[in-house]
C-alpha cells in the first residue's frame, strides 16, 4: 500500500507543478527578491523549486486530513465514507470537490495541534482547486489510513520530500519553512 500511495502522491505533485507552472509568476518574483534568499538560482529553478515545495506542503495537509479523517478525529468529507454522505447531500458534489477539500482542511485547522500546520502561508498562493482536488481524492479514495500510528504520514511523505530526482536541492533549505511539511517532519519521533 505505502509505494502505491507514495506513487500517486508523485503523480499529483508532477500534475500540480505542471497545472501551475506558468501561474504567479510576478509574485513569486516578488517573494524572490524580497527575501533575498537562494541567489544563486536563476529564476526558472526558483521558481518551480517553489511550485514543488507547495505542492508537497499541499500533499502534507491532504494526508493529515485523510488520516485525521480516517481515523474518525474530524467528521468525514474526502474520505469514503465522507463522500458517501456527500454524495447523499449534494448532487453535484463530483464538480465541488475542491470546495470539500477547503472544508476539511478549515476543519483540521481547528483542531490545535493541527493549528500550526494549517496556518496559511506564502505556500498556499496556489489552491487546490475542483481538478487538484477529484484527481487526488479519486487516487486516495481506496487507501485507508484508520488504525495506523500518526507517523504513516511521514513514512509516505519522506520519499515524496527527499526525492532527488525531482529537485537538485535540499528543499528545507529553500526560501522558508512550510508549516504542513514541518509539522509532517515532525511526526518521526
Not at 495506523?148 to 513514512?155: F, K, M, S
Request: proline share 2%; charged share 30%; glycine share 4%.
Amino acid at each position: 500500500m505505502l509505494k502505491d500511495i507514495v506513487t500517486d502522491f508523485k503523480e499529483f505533485i508532477d500534475f500540480f507543478a505542471m497545472k501551475y507552472k506558468y501561474d504567479n509568476r510576478g509574485i513569486l518574483k516578488k517573494f524572490k527578491l524580497r527575501s533575498g534568499l537562494n541567489k544563486q538560482l536563476s529564476e526558472e529553478e526558483w521558481y518551480e523549486l517553489f511550485i514543488i515545495k507547495s505542492a508537497l506542503n499541499h500533499c502534507a495537509k491532504f494526508l493529515l486530513i485523510k488520516y485525521y479523517e480516517d481515523n474518525e478525529k474530524i467528521a468525514s468529507k474526502i474520505n469514503k465514507k465522507g463522500l458517501d454522505k456527500w454524495r447523499n447531500l449534494v448532487s453535484n458534489i463530483e464538480q465541488q470537490l475542491g470546495i470539500l477539500y477547503e472544508i476539511a482542511e478549515k476543519d483540521c485547522g481547528r483542531i490545535d495541534c493541527l493549528k500550526f500546520a494549517f496556518n496559511e502561508s506564502e505556500f498556499d498562493l496556489y489552491k487546490i482547486d475542483d481538478e487538484l482536488a477529484t484527481y487526488i481524492i479519486d487516487k486516495s479514495i481506496n487507501y485507508d489510513l484508520s488504525g495506523y500510528p500518526d507517523n504513516i504520514i511521514y513514512q509516505i511523505f519522506t520519499p515524496l520530500y527527499y526525492d532527488e530526482k525531482r529537485t537538485s536541492m535540499n528543499l528545507q533549505l529553500f526560501y522558508k519553512p512550510a508549516n504542513a511539511i514541518e509539522y509532517v517532519l515532525s511526526l518521526n519521533a
